[in-house]
Each structure stands twice: as C-alpha cells, then as structure tokens.
C-alpha cells in the first residue's frame, strides 16, 4: 500500500490549495478515505472522510463550506479543494486508508497559510 501526497505549500490568508493524494497496492474503490491533518504542537486532526460506494462526505465543524474531499476512481487519487483557507489552516496534510482494520498514511504534504 502506498499513499503518496501532493500539492501543499505556501499560500496568503483567503487563498486556495487542491492537495492529491495517489494510491496504489489496493483497491481504492473498495475504500473510504480520509484527510487529515497536524499542526506543531498539536494531535493530528480528522479533517475530511469521502466514503467508497456513493461518496458521502463528512467534513469537521472547521472545515465546513470551506474544504472539499472528492475522488476520482479511475485515477486512484484523492483530492482536498482547500478554500478560504486561514492562518490556522498551517499544518501537515496527511491522507489516509483503513484497510482490514490498519491504518495507512501517506508522507505528509505541508501547508503554510501566511502572509
């Protein structure tokens, strides 16, 4: 299994980011996936979950209206479209895949929102 992220970097307060995440060794449309997210000093965070059969979306109360979690099956990838992001944005952007009961993580892609 591997996950590999994309697409973080530094952006001003109310710009935009579109984080992918590439996946391979698995089924990917077999399984829901995950978005996460840590920022220093802080437990890493559950950020967005996009489910495998009929994508539903579930987003945290911070990221409501502002973040959205898509996929794209054919291409065994996982996209977040970061929207209005905010200082308290800044953070490693992790994807995830629970498959059989254990957690998979990507690498990590960082996102800096600054001015």
């Known amino acids: 299994v591997q996950l590999v992220e994309s697409g973080g970097g530094l952006v001003q307060p109310g710009g935009s980011l579109r984080l992918s995440c590439a996946c391979s060794g698995f089924t990917f449309n077999n399984y829901a996936m995950r978005w996460y997210r840590q920022a220093p000093g802080k437990e890493r965070e559950l950020v967005a979950v996009?489910?495998?059969?009929?994508?539903?979306?579930y987003y945290a109360d911070s990221m409501k209206g502002r973040f959205t979690i898509s996929r794209d099956n054919a291409k065994n990838t996982v996209y977040l479209q970061m929207n209005s992001l905010k200082p308290d944005d800044t953070a490693v952007y992790y994807c995830n895949a629970r498959i059989r009961g254990y957690d998979y993580w990507g690498q990590g892609t960082q996102v800096t929102v600054s001015s």
């Open positions: 996009i489910t495998s059969a009929v994508d539903t979306t």
